[in-house]
């Protein structure tokens, strides 16, 4: 299948042509994601994340290499606005993304900007507000929403845009506990329904969630796999300044105290089993 | 003796239109020298409550008390209170002003009135607190790293050698091993200083890590208090305020449906857990 989004050789750095020398934000990023499938992206501070988050529509382009959308260089300056529609994203801070003073206002600014005629405009609203469970809240006043909700919100104006990817930078850090879990669920449900799915976060267990993970350091890509392969290590992870989720710490340190725990488990019920079938033997 | 809260009620624009009830009648103890956690949703009163601690709000109802200092709706002077606490608001960062690190440190504790011998002692104090090198002291603080600035940030606020440190979500937006390099500075302060720390945190990993009390509000009211181990007991009830238990918690429970002999309430965190299960697993090969 075509890839969705393509990196070839990437190289960025923010300097300006006459500074000596060049800090390399990103050096040879590969990645290829295919359609429909959920990414997770993780690194330390500084690591060339959310940098690497703007190349992927074109809000940044490279300087060494090339990203392709869809086929689409985002170079090309008369590919740009394709590029907007088709990856969109959302940010860490849920008040920095709201414009307007009802819920359905803000999701119809970017439509009128597109210039989608009215009746359509009601039917994608209608449409959006749905898919992010925020239906019946149409005439609210956003500020008035909780954490979750207004990133749902957030959501919901990046999907009335009809993108094929979407890219969430950071965008549960901000959010309680409760905010959090529905931003996931949010999530995971979008991608059910077709939508490529980018999240990029300093969490391993919102990482966990995601199909393949990326681990970045040094504005490299340093690793790529399923939560097994990339979790497999936990003290190359620390290496890199990044943690386990909390359950493959727990079984690395019990393997390392010389119990018998298989490797590369990390979802709950797995755990629970082989804890349980260890205990239960003895 | 500590902070004592008593019948503590806040009401923002009180007696207009636009009054809203962000607090009623808290009552807490928080003992001196301990390591309280607050956690609560987005919007329960828990940014509200710590400024009545730090004595930025006063009361509409009710007094806030830290050792022999009170604040009650009548008090004209908030200064003492002020003198006594320290508060780290979310992202502190955003608060560096100064041209230099030391001039920043600086702020505070010149405006204490101090003399600059005790200043500049302070300053270097707080910068080894928080595991700052005394070189950066002349540097911008706007040339240091994010977890730098952060630590330069709170070490503004320790350099005026607070008896009360209040940190508001510290640890936002730094990567895992930031945070925890911040909150094991804070914890080890807290221990060789005898410094109380309130931590608000929505990481409940974070909380099981170092909290020995917790207070849980919601809707401006206090709805559970205990150590850890009670409170991350009624994980429903947290679940249906928006809040979570640690991972390990959860851990515990489920492994708890299956065990005959359960595994107690009081281990929520990895080390504990993992003691827990070794020794429980060493017995059970020997027998």
Known sequence: MEPVIELTGVGFHYSTSESPWKQWALSGVDLTVRPGEYLAIMGPNGSGKSTL????????????????????????PDAVSTVRRKVGMVFQNPDNQIVGTTVRDDIAFGLENLGVPRDEMIRRIEKVLQRVGLAGMEERSPHHLSGGQKQRLAIAGVLAMRPQVIVFDESTSMLDPGGRREVLQAIGDLQRQGTTVIHITHSAAEASRAERIAVMTEGSIRRIGSPGEVFRDPDQLRNWLLEPPPSVELLDRLRKRGMPVRSGLFNTDELVEELWALLSRG | MGIVIQGLSHIYMDGTPFAKTALSGINMVIDKGSFAGLIGPTGSGKSTLIQHIAGLLKPTKGTVRIEETVVGPETKK??????????????????LFEESVAKDIAYGPHNQGLNEEEVHRRVFQAMEWVGLDPELSSRSPFQLSG??????????VLAMQPEVLILDEPTAGLDPAGQRELLDTVYQLHREQGM????????????????????????????????????????????????????????????NQRLTSPIPREIFTVNALERHLWSR???GEKG
């Open chain 1, 53 to 76: 988050a703007k190349m992927l529509n074109g809000l940044l382009v490279p300087v060494k290499g090339s990203v392709r959308v869809e086929g689409l260089d985002t170079r090309n």
């Open chain 2, 78 to 95: 908030m200064g003492p209170l002020r003198n006594r606490v320290g508060l780290v608001f979310q992202y502190p960062e955003h608060q």
């Open chain 2, 147 to 156: 977890g730098q600035m952060r630590r330069a940030a709170i070490a503004g």
């Open chain 2, 196 to 255: 109380t720390v309130i931590l608000v945190s929505h990481s409940m990993e974070e909380i099981a890590r170092y909290a020995d009390i917790l207070f849980v509000i919601k809707d401006g009211r206090l709805m559970l208090t205990g150590s850890p181990g009670e409170v991350f007991a009624e994980g429903e009830r947290l679940r249906e305020w928006g809040l979570e238990i640690p991972v390990v918690a959860r851990l515990v429970d489920e492994l």
């Open chain 2, 281 to 283: 697993w060493r017995k």
